[in-house]
Structure formats: structure tokens, C-alpha cells
């Protein structure tokens, strides 16, 4: 098959960091950069505006989910998931693999697919590398992803080996599969910026954590003609020395003019790791999730607004924050309205945690521009010892 551009802008690099711009069709996505999670066309307790104010440009959605409820069909005749949710820009859609493996109660693996049972209702599905291509295509996402075979990050080798083989495998059908109803029209600009009309597809490299299952799944997916690489089978469970020695033997066998996104992983430390390893992209449900506990991010470390500490506080969750919570609200108002368990806290806390993550990436792209990203991340690690 033969190469193909993509349609990412590097614009500086410090040691193995990048700072860039991927272009999709619903706009430009500034990188390093953190995507909320918007599974099933929803970021938790937030709005599309909501989500525009904290600065925003790309939100994760889920094949596996949207394809069962309200099903790949329904959107395609509502207009699309960007109509339908009301976001103007640009949305990626994990193919599903994941789910299958983790929601799923059935599973069958055959070389066409996966057969699986919705965890709603039980009915019985089949997933192909092609079927699911044509789901995102009705979904009508920016960015694709390839079906994947996960399988846990300490399974045995010969397992792991298995699984990269069929994940290669599906790989090269689905990528056949989107140039058959893609033809590639990238326009490269003077100024080095790009013209995307169309979806671009993401390949994903799994290899759990073994150095030559990652080196071969890294090699194998840079010859075929992609857009970019999710690396999956990562952050699920395996320790932080596990995933830098995985990263070690992945990104630099991947092509440096092509995007890098690690798939779910969200917490500051991890994040600045990856990007020390190269890697561009983002997502992960932490900082909503924890929202909803009461827990706040502050580039000083957590707090949890529970804490009785607060009732009185008159300050706001982050000194210089510049989100809508910050702005308007103090710590003793927010800790009441949890201890009433009034629902505006999940969006106020929200709000706040994810503000907190873009503005740490544009922190980041701006210390890879000055060079200084090394001391950078010293300095947010030292925070969230
Ligand atoms: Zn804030």
C-alpha cells in the first residue's frame, strides 16, 4: 500500500516533546493536547459550550457505544454526531475494542470479527474491521480508529503475540476498507498548514508490555498508509516504569510526521511522561470522574472539596484558574453545594478539572517552545508526589 501524508504541522520539538497542530476537518487540534471524554456523545455533566470555554478541540467518542445506543444508522440519519450534540469541532471515535473486551459478557473472536452481546440488553452483535469503519463513517467522526484485540498489559507473551498478529491483521482490512471510501484529498498549504475534507484514520498498536511485541506492532503499523497511531493495551493497570519501558520500544519506530495519541490515561504525571516519550494526544474519564467525588486538580495537587476545611474558604478551587468556576464561585459555596448534594457541583467541579488539563497543555506546548519542557515537568511532578 502506498504512503500517505497526514496532516500534522510540527512546530517546535524539545528533546523527544512536540508541539504541533493536526488539522481535521472541523478545524485545527493544537498538540500536546488533553481530549475530554464524550462516550456516548456526552462529556459528563457538561455542555457543547461548556466544553467550547474550556477550550476544547477534540472530544473522544466511543463506535461501540454510539453503534448500540442510539445506534451508527440513527445518527447518520440525524446528520451526524456533530449535529446531533451541537459541536463545531473535532471529535475522534475510538473504535470499540476496548468495550468489547471489557463490557461485553460475550465474546467470540474469529479471524472476520467479534461477536459480542450489548451489555443493555444482551442482543448479539458481529464487529468486522470493515463493519466498523463503515459505523464511524455514519457517525461521521474526524479521526477513525482501526477494531483492535485487546488483551491485558501482563498477559503471557504468546497471548499478547496472538493478539498483535489478528490486530495487524484487521489493521490492513480496515484500512483497505477506508481508502476504498475515502480518496485521500489533503491539501498541503504554502504556509504549512493543511485543507482536510474528509476523516482520517488512526492505527492501533498494542503489544502489552513486551519490547519486541511493541517494536514489531510500531514497524508493522508505520508502513501502512495512516494518519496517526493510537497506542493502545496501556494504562490498564500495568505500573508507570511498565508504561515508559513500553513507550521506549514504541515511539521511536513510529514515523516523528505522524500524531501519536496514548488511549485513556489522564492524571498530570503520566501525561508529561508520554509527551517526554513523543506521544501527542490525550484522553481519559479521570477528571470528570473524580469531579464527581468532590476531587479538584490544582497545578499545588488535589484537594477534595468534601473536606471540612473548605466550608469556609473564600477563595476560589485554584488561585490565577481562569474557568467559569474559578471566576464566579468560592470553595465554601462549592463545598455546600456538595454536602446539599445539588448536581450544578459535578458540572461546576467539571468544569474546573477539565480547564485544568488544557490549560496544563498549553502550559506544555508553550515550555516545548521556550525549551525548557524538562524543568516543566519536574516542577508539575514535584506537585503530584
Ligand atoms: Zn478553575
Given at each position: 500500500?502506498?504512503?500517505?501524508?497526514?496532516?500534522?504541522?510540527?512546530?517546535?520539538?524539545?528533546?523527544?516533546?512536540?508541539?504541533?497542530?493536526?488539522?481535521?476537518?472541523?478545524?485545527?487540534?493544537?498538540?500536546?493536547?488533553?481530549?475530554?471524554?464524550?462516550?456516548?456523545?456526552?462529556?459528563?455533566?457538561?455542555?457543547?459550550?461548556?466544553?467550547?470555554?474550556?477550550?476544547?478541540?477534540?472530544?473522544?467518542?466511543?463506535?461501540?457505544?454510539?453503534?448500540?445506543?442510539?445506534?451508527?444508522?440513527?445518527?447518520?440519519?440525524?446528520?451526524?454526531?456533530?449535529?446531533?450534540?451541537?459541536?463545531?469541532?473535532?471529535?475522534?471515535?475510538?473504535?470499540?475494542?476496548?468495550?468489547?473486551?471489557?463490557?461485553?459478557?460475550?465474546?467470540?473472536?474469529?479471524?472476520?470479527?467479534?461477536?459480542?452481546?450489548?451489555?443493555?440488553?444482551?442482543?448479539?452483535?458481529?464487529?468486522?474491521?470493515?463493519?466498523?469503519?463503515?459505523?464511524?463513517?455514519?457517525?461521521?467522526?474526524?479521526?477513525?480508529?482501526?477494531?483492535?484485540?485487546?488483551?491485558?498489559?501482563?498477559?503471557?507473551?504468546?497471548?499478547?503475540?496472538?493478539?498483535?498478529?489478528?490486530?495487524?491483521?484487521?489493521?490492513?482490512?480496515?484500512?483497505?476498507?477506508?481508502?476504498?471510501?475515502?480518496?485521500?484529498?489533503?491539501?498541503?498549504?504554502?504556509?504549512?498548514?493543511?485543507?482536510?475534507?474528509?476523516?482520517?484514520?488512526?492505527?492501533?498498536?498494542?503489544?502489552?508490555?513486551?519490547?519486541?511485541?511493541?517494536?514489531?506492532?510500531?514497524?508493522?503499523?508505520?508502513?501502512?498508509?495512516?494518519?496517526?497511531?493510537?497506542?493502545?493495551?496501556?494504562?490498564?493497570?500495568?505500573?508507570?516504569?511498565?508504561?515508559?519501558?513500553?513507550?521506549?520500544?514504541?515511539?521511536?519506530?513510529?514515523?516523528?510526521?505522524?500524531?501519536?495519541?496514548?488511549?485513556?490515561?489522564?492524571?498530570?504525571?503520566?501525561?508529561?511522561?508520554?509527551?517526554?516519550?513523543?506521544?501527542?494526544?490525550?484522553?481519559?474519564?479521570w477528571p470528570t470522574r473524580v469531579a464527581r467525588n468532590g476531587q479538584v486538580m490544582?497545578?499545588?495537587?488535589k484537594?477534595n472539596?468534601?473536606?471540612?476545611?473548605?466550608?469556609?474558604?473564600?477563595?476560589?478551587?485554584?488561585?490565577?484558574?481562569?474557568?467559569?468556576?474559578?471566576?464566579?464561585?468560592?470553595?465554601?459555596?462549592?463545598?455546600?453545594?456538595?454536602?446539599?448534594?445539588?448536581?450544578?457541583?459535578?458540572?461546576?467541579l467539571?468544569?474546573?478539572n477539565?480547564?485544568?488539563?488544557?490549560?496544563?497543555?498549553?502550559?506544555?506546548?508553550?515550555?516545548?517552545?521556550?525549551?525548557?519542557?524538562?524543568?516543566?515537568?519536574?516542577?508539575?511532578?514535584?506537585?503530584?508526589?
Open positions: 500500500m502506498t504512503q500517505i501524508i497526514s496532516p500534522f504541522q510540527i512546530l517546535a520539538t524539545d528533546g523527544k516533546a512536540r508541539r504541533g497542530k493536526l488539522y481535521t476537518k472541523h478545524g485545527v487540534i493544537n498538540t500536546p493536547v488533553f481530549m475530554p471524554v464524550a462516550t456516548q456523545g456526552c462529556v459528563k455533566a457538561l455542555t457543547d459550550e461548556d466544553l467550547r470555554n474550556v477550550g476544547a478541540e477534540c472530544l473522544l467518542s466511543n463506535t461501540y457505544h454510539l453503534f448500540l445506543r442510539p445506534t451508527a444508522d440513527f445518527l447518520a440519519n440525524m446528520g451526524g454526531l456533530h449535529k446531533f450534540m451541537n459541536w463545531d469541532r473535532s471529535i475522534l471515535t475510538d473504535s470499540g475494542g476496548f468495550q468489547v473486551y471489557s463490557l461485553s459478557q460475550f465474546r467470540k473472536i474469529t479471524e472476520e470479527g467479534v461477536w459480542f452481546k450489548s451489555h443493555h440488553d444482551g442482543s448479539k452483535h458481529f464487529f468486522t474491521p470493515e463493519s466498523v469503519i463503515e459505523a464511524e463513517q455514519k457517525i461521521g467522526s474526524d479521526i477513525w480508529t482501526c477494531l483492535d484485540m485487546l488483551i491485558p498489559a501482563q498477559s503471557k507473551k504468546a497471548d499478547a503475540k496472538k493478539a498483535l498478529e489478528l490486530t495487524k491483521r484487521w489493521a490492513e482490512r480496515a484500512v483497505k476498507k477506508y481508502h476504498s471510501i475515502v480518496p485521500q484529498q489533503i491539501v498541503k498549504n504554502e504556509d504549512g498548514s493543511f485543507t482536510v475534507p474528509h476523516s482520517l484514520i488512526f492505527g492501533i498498536i498494542q503489544g502489552a508490555i513486551y519490547d519486541d511485541l511493541r517494536k514489531d506492532a510500531s514497524q508493522t503499523m508505520a508502513k501502512l498508509p495512516l494518519h496517526g497511531f493510537c497506542i493502545g493495551g496501556l494504562s490498564v493497570g500495568e505500573t508507570r516504569e511498565e508504561m515508559n519501558f513500553a513507550l521506549t520500544h514504541t515511539t521511536p519506530y513510529l514515523p516523528p510526521e505522524k500524531p501519536r495519541y496514548l488511549m485513556g490515561l489522564g492524571t498530570p504525571q503520566e501525561i508529561l511522561d508520554c509527551i517526554a516519550h513523543g506521544v501527542d494526544m490525550f484522553d481519559c474519564v490544582t497545578r499545588n495537587g484537594l472539596i468534601k473536606n471540612l476545611a473548605y466550608r469556609n474558604d473564600t477563595k476560589p478551587l485554584e488561585e490565577g484558574c481562569d474557568c467559569f468556576t474559578c471566576k464566579h464561585y468560592s470553595r465554601a459555596y462549592l463545598s455546600h453545594l456538595f454536602r446539599c448534594g445539588e448536581l450544578t457541583s459535578h458540572r461546576l467539571s468544569i474546573h477539565i480547564r485544568f488539563l488544557t490549560r496544563l497543555m498549553q502550559d506544555t506546548r508553550t515550555a516545548i517552545e521556550q525549551g525548557v519542557f524538562a524543568k516543566f515537568k519536574e516542577e508539575v511532578d514535584k506537585a503530584y508526589k
